[in-house]
């Protein structure tokens, strides 16, 4: 109940086309969902994050999309650009006691932009 | 603000050997997390503290690996003996709470020969 499923494991796409990721999840109590973004011998970075109260955010190019009913939320790159190549994760947390503010973390999808 | 910073960057270490990673995370972050990426495995998260105090380490391997926060502002992650099967990037995590979202420092990349 704690998974969060990612796919695909690897995208590639066109330069200025439209990359999207999805993940699913079966924890209804979850109600926090960032995305990551990293790029090689560096640490995940915050990219955008969403809550289950509304269903879409976004910020610059990037947008994510929420459907509660059918647990699942997908980041989208608008105009992908060759710097965006790079691992994204989702990831999950809700609030609670201690022991269920952790992140659980998507598997990763490899994102390249080809010119 | 400096971020997270983890040292060393890069560790290479023979089998046997006691390997300790270093964390200093954000001030004023109440958590810490450490997290374990190889390719088979993805993100692990191994431990984490609220306020110096260890909360979850059930995602600790074995007894070979520690982890301490003596203040707030260290954490060391300890592995007594190495194994080359720990080979992997070791990344500290920080955040003030539930809805901000973690810092991760630039990892340490441990290699056991």
């Known amino acids: 109940q704690q998974q969060v499923k990612q796919s695909p494991q690897s995208l590639i796409v066109q330069k200025g086309g439209i990359s999207i990721i999805n993940c699913a999840y079966e924890?209804?109590?979850?109600?926090?969902f960032p995305w990551y973004q990293q790029f090689p011998g560096k640490g995940p970075a915050l990219l955008i994050a969403?809550?289950?109260?509304?269903s879409e955010k976004k910020e610059g190019r990037f947008t994510i999309s929420f459907n509660k009913s059918a647990k699942q939320f997908s980041l989208h790159i608008m105009d992908s650009q060759p710097g965006d190549s790079a691992t994204y994760f989702c990831?999950?947390?809700?609030?609670?006691?201690?022991?269920?503010?952790?992140?659980?973390f998507g598997t990763g999808t490899r994102l390249t932009i080809i010119p | 603000d400096a971020g997270v910073i983890q040292s060393p960057r890069h560790e290479v270490t023979e089998m046997g050997q006691e390997v300790t990673l270093r964390c200093k995370p954000i001030?004023?972050?109440?958590?810490l997390f450490w997290y374990r990426q190889t390719m088979m495995r993805g993100l692990e998260l191994l431990i984490y503290f609220n306020n110096n105090v260890p909360i979850d380490d059930s995602g600790m391997p074995e007894d070979r690996f520690s982890a301490k926060m003596p203040n707030a502002s260290f954490s060391t992650l300890k592995i007594q003996p190495s194994e080359p099967r720990d080979s992997a990037v070791y990344f500290c995590?920080?955040?003030?709470?539930?809805?901000?979202?973690?810092?991760f420092g630039s990892g340490t990349r441990l290699t056991v020969v």
């Open positions: 995590a920080s955040t003030p709470g539930h809805l901000y979202g973690y810092t």
């Open positions: 924890n209804t109590a979850f109600d926090y």
């Open positions: 001030s004023g972050h109440d958590y």
């Open positions: 969403i809550r289950p109260d509304v």
């Open positions: 990831a999950a947390s809700m609030i609670g006691n201690f022991g269920n503010e952790k992140l659980t």
